[in-house]
């Protein structure tokens, strides 16, 4: 006997997968790895040049303050959905202010108009 002993599949598996994680690890091509680069804004820098408080910016965008301190400070990143949102607000400050503005007072004016059954 030569006292080696057959792998089951599931420890192949495994094992295959340590062995892409390691490549990756190391910046080498591993094949079936599909990476989503999100590109992240500077937050603080598109802030500033706004010329916003924190807090001013994060009402004036519907950004929870919380979520706005944790980008600048780097201890958290946007999502593509939310780093597209920032771009946009470089973009065309007035223009998503406005549609901000505009989506609040339709949503005010419908729970206005809204008639509740007696």
Request: proline content about 7%.
């Amino acid at each position: 006997m030569t006292g080696k002993k057959k792998m089951s599949p599931l420890a192949r598996d495994i094992l295959d997968g340590l062995h892409s994680a390691l490549a990756h690890a190391k910046g080498e091509p591993t094949t079936g790895t599909v990476e989503q680069v999100v590109l992240v804004p500077d937050v603080k820098a598109i802030r500033e040049a706004l010329g916003l408080s924190q807090s001013e910016f994060s009402d004036t965008y519907n950004i929870p303050l919380p979520t706005l301190k944790g980008w600048e400070q780097r201890r958290r990143h946007p999502d593509a959905t939310a780093a597209a949102y920032i771009r946009t607000i470089a973009l065309f400050p007035k223009e998503t202010r406005r549609a901000q503005t505009a989506e609040i007072k339709t949503i005010t004016k419908q729970r206005e108009n809204h008639v509740r059954p007696a």
